[in-house]
């Protein structure tokens, strides 16, 4: 995730990334392990093979993402020995984190970083899309945080929460902890929105962030910890947005309640439309 929430996630990937003999950014798969909290290489390995496969499956040169480095290493008193390390890419480094330990907290947080640092990185690459750089943030994460309130809901209707209005009532317990203690409606009235108007269409990147955040480690909780029942599985949602909130307190950032409420996001989709319709094909 790229904003104030995240700041201590992006000094810890940030620092350990390198650059390769063209300058293409790049990161040790040793390093990036034990980041993810893997103490042995060894462990982390099978989740390298997977990311492999995954990248092969996407019709992606693996080669092109995945390289063999070998590299000396001290041993102590003045001895070396020769390792071999994988180097990947962003892009490589997220079908990894997708491929590892949910269950490790800082996981999750790679998950959204990696995930929303290789589509803008794509973006900058193809020429840019014609959007601000907080334009496409937005698209981006508006769309993940559809996708992932669809799973969202699965791992709700799973624990008990069946009904579209427990539902409701459910996604307002996670509003309230993120927001300290707002719920969909006070929140509606504060960023001055028409009843037609939903919440997340007027999220700028950093709000639309946490909330993604909220939304992907209440899931994980979830089903991790087979929460079952409407209470539990509305007491989850609320300490998890609290938790985010705490998260965002703690790192001297802006509470969501106070960021400033962008135009609908749907014109920023039409603008994109607008764009594309007029690029020549191919």
Not at 205 to 223: I, P, W
Request: proline letters at 3%; hydrophobic letters at 30%.
């Amino acid at each position: 995730m790229s904003n104030k929430l995240t700041k201590k996630t992006i000094t810890l990937f940030e620092s350990i990334k390198r650059y390769d003999a063209n300058g293409v950014e790049c990161w040790s798969g040793r390093e990036l392990g034990l980041a993810l909290g893997y103490a042995e290489y060894r462990n982390f390995a099978p989740v390298i093979d997977k990311a492999k496969e995954a990248c092969l499956n996407s019709q992606r040169a693996v080669n092109e993402h995945f390289v063999e480095l070998h590299e000396m290493v001290s041993i102590g008193n003045g001895a070396e020995r020769e390792i071999v390390t994988t180097m990947m890419t962003r892009y490589a480094c997220y079908l990894a984190v997708q491929n590892s330990n949910p269950s490790k907290p800082i996981v999750a947080q790679a998950q959204t970083y990696f995930a929303s640092q290789t589509r803008i990185a794509e973006i900058g690459q193809s020429g840019g899309n014609g959007l601000t750089d907080e334009e496409s943030k937005r698209l981006f994460l508006r769309n993940e945080m559809a996708n992932h309130n669809t799973r969202l809901a699965s791992a709700a209707s799973d624990a008990g929460v069946k009904e579209p209005r427990d539902y409701a009532i459910f996604q307002n317990h996670g509003y309230k902890g993120l927001y300290g203690g707002l719920g969909a409606k006070e929140i509606h009235e504060r960023k001055g929105l028409k009843k037609s108007q939903q919440i997340l269409d007027h999220m700028g990147s950093t709000e639309l962030a946490a909330n993604l955040f909220r939304a992907t480690q209440t899931e994980e909780k979830l089903r991790r910890e087979n929460i079952q029942g409407k209470t539990a599985a509305n007491r989850t949602h609320f300490e998890v947005g609290e938790k985010v909130r705490r998260t965002i307190a703690e790192l001297g950032g802006t509470m969501p309640e106070d960021l400033p409420t962008p135009e609908s996001i749907k014109r920023v989709e039409s603008k994109q439309k607008r764009i594309d319709s007029k690029k020549p094909e191919r």
